[in-house]
């Protein structure tokens, strides 16, 4: 029987497995995320908020500093690392946390990963936005999340038009992928994009669709949690979205997700162990049925 080969990222020299698939708690040091209950900015907050992602099942911390609603406020390098550093620097006394750094900027990119030591880069707009990004990646050689987006974050809806949306979304991923490899980058994480530069109606087109982007043989991550294209459907708020976040984290997983960025991280784990079970026919706690 041939071996199955799951997929791996290398984070701080040791190999990490994508099986099962991971949960990425979000950590946002902003006054306006679109969901206001993810908010963290005092020191005593951010210590809270990590330790529940870690005790909760989280594997990695994706930490922003910008937030990318279209609404929101244009916001300088030196805010974005103002807000980030003390963050990250909390961060650093949990070795056992991932670090995800959540910016657009090389500049940020790179003095988060040497001065405080993130792990990963997660890039809203797939280099776009800052030309020396891939270059950036490449000479600090850690794991890439390349997230499909057009435009920038107050900009984006006005570019939801295309000949066929995964099509369009597979020649991105392939165009950027190509760069990256010529710049000696290896571990590459694909990011779809939900509800950057699409409709509500393309959002779902994707999520049925998802599964035509595994054709990279990178890992998938997917970002859905208590999105617009729940609460806007169901006429609710983001506060009344999680519900509507764990069936489509139920539908992620089904179609190849490796990695899911949440707010709620204990329904995220719960849903990762369920499906795995099901997938198994087992359960992962070793318990009988009754």
Known sequence: MPVEMHKTIHVRGKLLSLHPPLVMGILNVTPDSFHAGSRTQTEAAIHRRIETILREGGRIIDIGGYSSRPDAAEVSPE??????????????????????????????????????????INDISGGELDADMFRTV??????????????????????????????DI????ARKVYELQLLGVNDMLLDPGF???????????????????????LPLLVGVSRKSMIYKLLGTTPGDSLN???FLHTLALQKGADIL????????????????AYSNNHTLCGCTSE
Do not use: C, W
């Open 261 to 276: 960025r949440v707010h709620d991280v204990k329904a995220a784990t719960e849903v990762v162990r369920l499906m795995q």
């Open 244 to 246: 509507g976040t764990t």
């Open 170 to 173: 597979r020649k991105y991923f």
């Open 195 to 217: 509800g950057f530069s699409k409709t509500t109606e393309q959002n779902f087109e994707l999520m049925r669709r998802l599964d035509e982007l595994t054709v990279f043989d």
């Open 79 to 120: 805010e974005e690392m103002r807000r980030l550093a003390p963050a990250l620097r909390i961060a650093e006394t949990y070795p056992e946390a991932v670090v995800s750094v959540d910016t657009f900027r090389a500049s940020i990119a790179r003095r988060s990963v040497e001065v405080y030591g993130a792990s990963i």
């Open 138 to 167: 490449a000479d600090l050689r850690v794991p890439y999340i390349l997230m499909h987006m057009r435009g920038a974050p107050q900009t984006m809806q006005q570019f939801t038009t295309y000949d066929d949306l995964i099509v």
